[in-house]
């Protein structure tokens, strides 16, 4: 008995932790993104999401996996010192980097 009342209160603190969901993911990589504070974040009924960060930068996504497109544009095309701004159409990525640099580049 004495060790079922040890195993309770582990289920129950296994039960209140939360894996990150969709939202969390987005929200963490808008940071990572704008490298400032969000100002605005939203996920619309069809499951696109805006983001505005505080220094003016905008970025709409289609999906989660643009998250990973977005991370290797930083990298590859702005040397890691961010997007200004980022929108996705069906057949090109259309970005700026934080140097200004404006770059549209296509899909396949």
Same mark, same amino acid.
């Given at each position: 008995m004495k060790q079922l009342a040890l195993l309770i209160p582990v289920f129950l603190f296994a039960g209140c932790m939360n894996t990150p969901t969709t939202q969390d993911n987005y929200r963490e990589a808008s940071f990572e993104l704008c490298n400032t504070e969000v100002d605005v974040y939203s /996920? $619309? =009924?069809d499951g696109r999401v805006r983001i505005i960060c505080s220094d003016g930068s905008k970025f709409a996504l289609q999906n989660e996996k643009t998250l =990973? /497109?977005?991370r290797d544009i930083?990298? =590859?095309y702005c040397d890691g010192e961010g997007l200004g701004k980022f929108s996705e159409s069906n057949r *090109? *990525? $259309?970005f700026s980097c934080k140097s200004g640099t404006l770059i549209s580049i296509s899909k396949k």
């Open positions: /996920v $619309s =009924d =990973d /497109v977005m930083n990298l =590859d *090109y *990525y $259309s």
